[in-house]
């Protein structure tokens, strides 16, 4: 039986509807390979002309050598110390030159990977990041559908498409694990042995990857009882194969892939991670491109491989949609629309929770930029004293009346003119969250907006729109429908004031729902 590792996954498609800030970018490898060097004779080099993802930013800034320190000049300042000699480093013990001698044991430590292989971590990190031996020897994979079926040269030209997407849908999830399994087997299994001798210390592996050793064991454990079996009964019959057999193990997508969540939910965190590593830490900078040219990255970056979940688990849909389109049967597309069905329940589901996340992050953001609730002038401080547990405004805390599920989003923000009477006038900035309005006073110094009114409730809010096109009427009402506040606000164009209407509206509606 013949093995191969298949293509690269084609471009990305149908993201999940969530705003995460796409990474990735290349590096350009300045290093010299002379002998002794970082890299070893005949190391890969990154092809710096192929295809980026849509709207990548760029990993890191400048060059390697803008970033790092070279392989030769690093042996220049070593023959200078052990000469006696500090020229442009510094005196003995500087920071400095105690740099330039962690980045020469770095230099060191990574060539003798290259010629010895990666040593041994215990065997309780290897359990823990699912650091294999020799590879996935289960994960193979013959060339082609039809070194297994005998048959496939009687076989309908819609049925061979059929195998064809089928195949496409097993040869690409090697593909994926295979680039799991550089962030864990090259990556992270590097940085740990450097820092078991005092290397990168400051560098957190489990902020880079996370959880992908729980990736990798749910992708293991979906080949061996969903897509192996499948597989292995065409093997064995002779037979093409069945989308029907897939059927129960896409049913539970969900529960087989839950660690995509926890997942999604800290990717666009994990990249400014490492992208700030890259761009601060010039030793963690030479390791990355360091494993970026070993023969065990398939010339991917640090960029590709984080984003690779994220595309990954959004492909599924689009496989079987390729694989239903060229299935005439019933069964097999009563079958297929059921899995798919499941699959994007769960992209729904992530989606759903990755948006929380972004609103939490906004309204923790917007919380901070609200001083504290003091609408009203203590007169001593006994007062002040008295006040105080009912002078604060926790915005990040569950709201009232609705179910845990439901938080506190900010919606509208910018600043209006309120009259009040008949020639007071003032100007506000307004904050319009999903239950309450909140009229503050800038200011300037600060950078804070302080609160001058008491939150406005929206359940108890009613806005009119007036003859001037600029403004509109907010009044608050009080249990007995009697009008508590009245406020006329004024914005700086039409458009402004539809917005605000708009958006009020809508927290309303969905409120009340």
Known sequence: MQTFHPPDEGPLQGLVASRIEAYGGRHRASAQNAAGGLYPRGGLVLDLGRRRLQDYVPFAKGSGQARGLSPMRLREQESE??????????????????????????????????????????P??????????????GLTI??????????????SRELCHQQEALWELLTTELVYVRKLKIMTDLLAAGLLNLQRVGLLNEVSAETLFGNVPSLIRAHHSFWEEVLGPTLGE????????????????????????????????????????????????????????????????????????????HQRITKYPLLLQAVLKRSPEARAQEALHAM???????????????????????????????????????????????????????????????????????????????????????????????????????HRKADKAKVIRPPLMLEKLVCQPLRDPNSFLVIHLTEFQCVSTALTMHCPSPADRARWLEKTQQAQMTQSQ
């Open 234 to 309: 065409t093997r064995a019959s002779g037979r093409p194969l069945d989308p029907i057999s897939l059927q129960n193990g896409f049913l539970m997508f969900s529960q087989r892939f839950q660690p995509y969540i926890q997942y999604c939910l800290r990717v666009k965190q994990t990249m400014a991670y490492a992208r700030e590593q890259q761009d601060n830490n010039p030793l963690f900078n030479a390791f990355v491109q360091w494993c970026e040219k070993h023969k065990r990255s398939g010339r991917q970056t640090l960029g590709d491989l984080l984003i690779k979940p």
């Open 340 to 442: 798919i069905a499941a699959v994007e329940s769960f992209l729904r589901h992530i989606n759903k929770q990755v948006r929380q996340g972004e609103e939490q992050e906004s309204l923790v953001a917007a919380a901070q930029r609200i001083g504290p609730y003091e609408v009203l002038e203590p007169s001593s401080e006994e007062v002040e004293k008295n006040l105080r547990p009912f002078s604060t405004l926790d915005l990040t805390s569950p709201m009232l009346g609705v179910a845990p599920e439901h938080t506190r989003q900010l919606l509208l923000e910018g600043p209006v003119r309120v009259k009040e009477g008949r020639e007071g006038k003032l100007d506000v900035y307004l904050f319009l969250f999903s239950d309450m309005l909140l009229v503050t006073k800038p």
């Open 124 to 137: 309780e990190d290897r359990r823990r990041w699912e650091i294999g031996e020799g590879g996935d020897t």
């Open 81 to 122: 110390k052990r000469h006696g000699v500090h020229f442009a480093v510094g005196p003995p013990h500087s920071p400095k030159l105690k740099e330039v001698t962690r980045a020469h044991e770095l230099e060191v430590r990574l060539h003798t990977f290259s010629m010895f292989g990666m040593p041994r971590l215990p």
């Open 142 to 155: 013959e060339k082609s559908w039809k070194e297994l079926v005998p048959g496939h040269k009687e076989m």
